[in-house]
């Protein structure tokens, strides 16, 4: 295996983890992009970062789209290269949008496209890899698939399926201005559950993937959970008490990932649109995307 060409670019999704009950499983793209170049050179590794994170991301070795580029052309026996990296990110970080398992996924993506062999790299291929950094599924695999999808682990290895989404279900974002890392977010929660609540959350995972192809009005009871919302309620108060207003008011709304930010399964009217700006989040609509994909790969 070698490298077939010097420069590739690609374009990754942010993506909603969870989906409320499915837990670490279930996930969906969204239409923010960060858009990601490499060229492998011989000299040292560079960084260029635009828009998120270009005042806090590492610009050394332990960038994660670095990690995970050394790691794939570990895995598939591609020499390690000096990289030129440039970095176009509008997904927010510490919002629960995915922007760890977008930048592992552009990095995996970025070898495949550089290198002579990519169909070792399919999306298979990249999904184990991707879900070994992240440590679950949810937020690769939306990320390499794109729509919404349903991922488990089989042996040593993880599989995904897209699940059909009805044109009649539509998703808004509610971004915090707050930040909340992944590792607060996890270490809230009990490493045992009430039975009881287990199987609460696998009737109405079962029911969120007929909602979301078949039936959008039993959205509201699909998006039920009680495995992690609620033990991250205290870690994220004004997204917990602004999920509390909405789901009383009867909208379909969930923690994206792990938070803080929110995700709706519905339009947000106008009026609804200024009570939430009011209190200090964003509201952006999003749409069905695709999943990571090449730019171009010649300059």
Known sequence: MRFAIDYARVRVPATSGNLGPGFDSMGMAHDIWDDVSATITTGPTKITILGEGKDTLARDESHLVIRAMHRTMERVGVSQ????????????????????????????????????????????????????????PDNAAPAIYGGATVSWKQGESYRTARLPVSDAVHTTLLIPAEVLPTSQARA???????????????????????????????????????????????????????????????????????????????????????VIEGQGFKVVPSKQVRGAHAVTSAQ
């Open 81 to 136: 290269a000096g990289i030129e990296l440039v970095a176009r990110n509008a997904i927010e970080h510490g919002k629960g949008l995915g922007s760890s398992a977008a930048a592992v996924v552009a990095g995996i993506l970025l070898v495949r496209e550089l290198i002579d062999h990519p169909e070792v790299l399919d999306e298979a291929a990249m999904l184990d890899i991707a879900a070994e950094f992240e440590g679950h």
């Open 188 to 274: 809230a929660l009990p490493m045992q559950v009430p039975l009881a609540d287990a199987s609460f959350n696998a009737g109405r995972t079962a029911l969120l993937a007929h909602a979301l192809a078949h039936a959008p009005q039993f959205l509201f009871e699909a998006t039920e959970d009680r495995l992690h919302q609620g033990y991250r309620a205290s870690a994220m108060r004004h997204t917990a008490d602004l999920l509390a207003a909405l789901r009383n008011a009867g909208w379909p709304a969930v923690v994206s990932g792990a938070g803080p930010t929110i995700l709706v399964f519905a339009q947000v009217d106008s009026q609804t649109r200024r």
